[in-house]
Structure formats: C-alpha cells, structure tokens
C-alpha cells in the first residue's frame, strides 16, 4: 500500500494561490492514478483534479478547470496540486488519493475508485 502525505494548505485572500503537495511513500507511486478531492464542512467529499499514472492525461472538476492545474513526478513520487485565482468557495479540506490501476492512461474520478488516502490539508480562502 502507499502512504500519502499532504502539504501546502494554508490561509490565503480572494484572487491569490496556493500549491498543495502530495508525497507518497510504501510502494511503487508509477502504480496508481492520483487525485485530489475536497471536503467542505457538512458538505460531502468531491472531485477535484485527477491525473493517470503516466501523467499523460488528466481530468478537472468544472468549478476548478483553467484554475487548478495537477501534475506529478514519478521520479520523486509527488503530485501537485497548483490551486491560482482562489475564490472564497473552495475552502475545505482538500485530500490526496490513490488509485491503482492497470491502465496507464485512466483518470479516475470518483471516491470509490481510490484506495488510499493522505489525512488532508486545511485551505481557507477569505473573501
């Protein structure tokens, strides 16, 4: 199993960015597809932005697409999360997940696709 671990969450104005990072650790990263998800208090957790194991495609959530690009390194088994324009509606606790898959081209998109998760990061954007 992999191990997760976020960073980069914090409390940022309207308009401003954020980079949150995900680093894992526990078994081969190049196995898994990696998302990023969100849960906002008495809200149910949602998709954000997810990438394929390759890196190759990727897939957004409508509320962050052209605001929020994903990335990851599969040298240094990180993925990123670069969250610019901020609008006060995305505060929540954004989580990393991870998917193992066969494909190396498929981007999951919802949570029952992922098996790991990291214990998530505190975003808190002020209007």
């Known amino acids: 199993q992999v191990q997760l671990v976020e960073s980069g969450g914090g409390l940022v104005q309207a308009g401003g960015s954020l980079s949150l990072s995900c680093a894992a650790s526990?078994?081969?990263?190049?196995?898994?597809?990696m998302g990023w998800f969100r849960q906002a208090p008495g809200k149910e957790r949602e998709f954000v932005a997810a990438?394929?194991?390759?890196?190759?495609?990727?897939h957004y959530a409508d509320s962050v697409k052209g605001r929020f690009p994903i990335s990851r390194d599969n040298a240094k088994n990180t993925v990123n999360l670069q969250m610019n324009s901020l609008k006060p509606e995305d505060t929540a606790v954004y989580y990393c997940?991870?998917?193992?898959?066969?494909?190396?081209?498929?981007?999951?998109?919802?949570?029952?696709?992922?098996?790991?998760w990291g214990q998530g990061t505190q975003v808190t954007v002020s209007s």
């Open positions: 990438i394929s194991r390759s890196g190759g495609s990727k």
């Open positions: 997940a991870a998917g193992r898959t066969g494909s190396l081209s498929y981007v999951p998109a919802v949570v029952r696709e992922y098996d790991q």
């Open positions: 526990g078994s081969t990263f190049s196995n898994y597809a």
